[in-house]
T-cell receptor, first 114, second 117 residues
């Protein structure tokens, strides 16, 4: 069975602070994919990144960066110099197998104050 | 690219009526679409997986006769909530997976907020 744990439930920071959102996953499959999605107050889930289990390279995209570590089964997401527009719920998700069903974490509510 | 639309974005209906929600992949073909339900301040709960041209696969505990899913083409899936009741009020979100893409990134629609009076 698959499981995604986002232990942080709510994080509040002041604009321009860096913030890291944690994600720990469990799976017995050797091939799997990890995702991060952003859900702003409007409700639409926005795809941020996908990582496969064979690619442990960290990734940076603008102010966003992701750290994937198989040794600790973690796929953490860092926002550098946070902005008010980053306020949203962030979901980490895992998929395995041919049907690619997503297992979501419970989400982290990030509030960035001006 | 990878845009998914949903219609309507919100609907209010009386108890006992049926409501149809459409999910369209606008710029890609989707052999598989997914329907989720989300309660306030909670994560997404998968209701069913919809494959083009075949019957949907429902998750345990989801009534297939209550939530009718049709995936008639590679760009359209519909969810019909039959004989809706107040407890069916929720935020319904669809997603679509790009046909032939390994890893199956799901792209989500903007959601439909259903309120049953």
């Amino acid at each position: 069975a698959q499981k995604v744990t986002q232990a942080q439930t709510e994080i509040s920071v002041v604009e321009k602070e860096d913030v890291t959102l944690d994600c720990v996953y469990e799976t017995r499959d050797t091939t799997y994919y990890l995702f991060w999605y952003k859900q702003p107050p409007s409700g639409e889930l926005v795809f941020l990144i996908r990582r496969n289990s064979f690619d442990e390279q960290n990734e940076i995209s603008g102010r966003y960066s992701w750290n994937f570590q198989k040794s600790t089964s973690s796929f953490n997401f860092t926002i550098t110099a946070s902005q008010v527009v980053d306020s949203a719920v962030y979901f980490c998700a895992l998929s395995t197998g041919a049907n690619s069903k997503l297992t979501f974490g419970k989400g982290i509510t990030l509030s960035v104050r001006p | 690219g990878a845009v998914v639309s949903q219609h309507p974005s919100w609907v209010i209906c009386k108890s006992g009526t049926s409501v149809k929600i459409e999910c369209r992949s606008l710029d890609f073909q989707a052999t598989t679409m997914f329907w989720y339900r989300q309660f306030p301040k909670q994560s997404l709960m998968l209701m069913a997986t919809s494959n083009e041209g075949s019957k949907a696969t429902y998750e345990q505990g989801v009534e297939k006769d209550k939530f009718l899913i049709n995936h008639a083409s590679l760009t359209l899936s519909t969810l019909t909530v039959t004989s809706a009741h107040p407890e069916d009020s929720s935020f319904y979100i669809c997603s679509a997976r790009v046909a032939g893409e390994s890893g199956g990134t799901q792209y989500f629609g903007p959601g439909t907020r259903l309120t049953v009076l």
